[in-house]
Every structure is written in structure tokens, then in C-alpha cells.
């Protein structure tokens, strides 16, 4: 595959417009500064969002999930999202530090649409607001609040066109390299891949929270 040509790289607002034309009234009219009744409606009901932020180091997108509501509308500007276990590489928390823009993806297993949302987000290791997202008696060690600047749903069609939701599609997962292969590769068999995937479940289970 060769790269593109790029006489025709496109540089400037103007030369996007001409290519796609103005947004259609409905684009415009979903997309307002706060969380309403529907928007809150759809973000209780999602278990799982994609965070994204900016900082020094780089641009990181990492996955967030839990139970259905687990990101919690505080009211109609402030969503809290707590940090649960994870890797500990905690780039978007670094990010965070330095540029507090996020922008959430939130999905809905069933749900065609997505939601949007962007903002500014503050880490709180505030104890009470901690054990306010308290699972199975362990909290998290700190909680974004985050201010909303804007809220609109996404159409569908990403998701139709993936067919997400199809189970029948759903990738055959011993066709794929597993983690411990992946990390066998890289790091020159100094993590051994049988002893890393057969260890996998049972660590993941055991620190969920």
C-alpha cells in the first residue's frame, strides 16, 4: 500500500467544508452545556466509556467500565467518575495534571447511539467522596469530577456499520495472540506466555477493586 499523494492533503477548514458540507440541523441542535434528563437517562445506563486526554507526555484513550452507572451524574454540570484498579501506568491521571480537557465516549451494550461528552476534569482523593463509590468494600484511590462543557448523542452508524452488538460477529479469540503472547514477544521470553495467560483469570477476578 503506498502512501497518499499529498497534493491532495487537506490543510484548512475551508478545503473540509467543501468536502463535507454543512452539519444538518439536528447535528447542531443535540449538542448543549449541560446534562439533561435524556443525556443523564443514557449515561446511567451505560457500563462502559473511553477517556481521553492531553498532556505533556502525549495523547492517551483508555477504557473505563463497571455496573450500569457506574460514571455518576452529581447534577446537571458534574459527572464523578471513579478510577478503579488498573495497570497503575495511570497516564490519563499524568495527563491530567497538566491539561484538564477530557472528552468521555460512553457505550451501551444493545444501543446504537453514544454519547459525547467533554470537559474538564479535577482528581479528588477526597475520603468521603472515595467510599461514596465504595464495591464490595474496597474504594477507589480517587474520583474525577468532572465539569461538563458539552453533552450531544452520536448516530449510530459507526455501530451499524461494526454490527458491535452482533454476537455472530464477535471475533473467534483463539485466532488472536493472547496477552502472554504478546508479552513473551516482547520482552524476549522474560515473561513467560503460559505462566502469564494460565495466571490471567484469576488475577483479574481477584482485583477488579
Avoid at 463497571?66 to 458534574?78: A, C, Q, S
Avoid at 497538566?98 to 476534569?121: H, S
Avoid at 472515595?130 to 459507526?158: M, N, W, Y
Amino acid at each position: 500500500m503506498r502512501h497518499s499523494d499529498p497534493t491532495f492533503d487537506i490543510a484548512d477548514p475551508a478545503s473540509l467544508e467543501a468536502l463535507f458540507g454543512t452539519p444538518g440541523e439536528a447535528s447542531i441542535a443535540k449538542e448543549i452545556g449541560h446534562i439533561d434528563a435524556n443525556y443523564r437517562a443514557l449515561i446511567e445506563a451505560s457500563p462502559f466509556v473511553a477517556l481521553a486526554t492531553a498532556g505533556p507526555g502525549g495523547l492517551d484513550c483508555s477504557p473505563r467500565g463497571d455496573g450500569p452507572g457506574f460514571v455518576r451524574v452529581l447534577d446537571e454540570n458534574t459527572l464523578l467518575l471513579p478510577e478503579r484498579r488498573g495497570n497503575n501506568r495511570i497516564d490519563s491521571l499524568r495527563n491530567l495534571l497538566d491539561d484538564p480537557r477530557v472528552a468521555l465516549l460512553f457505550l451501551i451494550p444493545g444501543v446504537g447511539e453514544t454519547l459525547r461528552v467533554n470537559g474538564r476534569a479535577t482528581i479528588s482523593a477526597d475520603p468521603a467522596l472515595l467510599k461514596q463509590h465504595e464495591v464490595d468494600g474496597k474504594a477507589p484511590k480517587v474520583v474525577l469530577l468532572i465539569s461538563v462543557d458539552s453533552v450531544f448523542f452520536q448516530c449510530s452508524r459507526a455501530v451499524v456499520r461494526a454490527d458491535l452488538w452482533n454476537p455472530e460477529r464477535h471475533a473467534d479469540r483463539s485466532a488472536l495472540p493472547t496477552p502472554g503472547q504478546i508479552l513473551d514477544s516482547l520482552t524476549a521470553s522474560a515473561i513467560n506466555r503460559e505462566q502469564y495467560d494460565r495466571e490471567l483469570p484469576g488475577r483479574v477476578k481477584a482485583t477488579l477493586y
